[in-house]
T-cell receptor, first 110, second 116 residues
């Protein structure tokens, strides 16, 4: 089992839709999780931190379910500009080792 | 504020040639530094991380090496490149967080390597 797993997608949704991504992790001792956004041929940029049960920032909500070992990202009222790859990250390899999932691709269309 | 720079941004190298990618961080001291590689259409693979000068942890066996000669400088090297070394190389520093938690990573703009 991979340390951090994501559905690669792509998720094709219309503008205004609500879309959710899940990410599972293998190490139950992991404490810190993040969602990053990566545009084509660019570096990943931090979207949200998920330290405890959840976090909300505008249209974006991230949640952590420790019992089932997954985190989720919910995007409401999708915009064309939300089209990107979303990367799930956790310190599943230890305190200093941040492991990335392969990413979930989102395409928002008019 | 903290900034991170890496260079070169793009390079094309023949198989068997050496490689040196450099990364520097400004505005913070004693940062944890990371090198990741992203092959085309793939996720980020952790290559090396460093918690201090001269301290390097290697995550995967490969023909790459890393060095940290100064507090805010992290270098990725190879003596002889392979075709499989092609990819997008990303340097990152780890931010601070509350005790017991891991800070976020902040990435440089990346170095795109093509080995021919």
């Amino acid at each position: 089992r991979k340390e951090v797993e994501q559905d690669p997608g792509p998720f094709n949704v219309p503008e205004g839709a609500t879309v959710a991504f899940n990410c599972t992790y293998s190490n139950s001792a992991s404490q810190s999780f993040f969602w990053y956004r990566q545009d084509c041929r660019k570096e990943p940029k931090l979207l949200m931190s998920v330290y405890s049960s959840g976090n909300e920032d505008g249209r974006f909500t991230a949640q952590l379910n420790r019992a089932s070992q997954y985190i989720s990202l919910l995007i409401r009222d999708s915009k064309l500009s939300d089209s990107a790859t979303y990367l799930c990250v956790g310190n599943t390899g230890g305190y200093n080792k941040l492991i990335f999932g392969a990413g979930t691709r989102l395409a928002v269309h008019p | 504020s903290q900034t991170i720079h890496q260079w070169p941004a793009t390079l094309v190298q023949p198989v068997g040639s050496p490689l040196s990618l450099e990364c520097t961080v400004e505005g913070t001291s004693n940062p944890n530094l990371y090198w990741y590689r992203q092959a085309a259409g793939r996720g980020l693979q952790l290559l090396f991380y460093s918690v201090g000068i001269g301290q390097i942890s290697s995550e995967v066996p490969q023909n790459l090496s890393a060095s940290r000669p100064q507090d805010r400088q992290f270098i990725l090297s190879s003596k002889k490149l392979l075709l499989s070394d092609s990819g997008f190389y990303l340097c990152a520093w780890k931010g601070w967080s509350e005790a017991g938690l891991t800070g976020e990573l902040f990435f440089g703009e990346g170095s795109r390597l093509t080995v021919l």
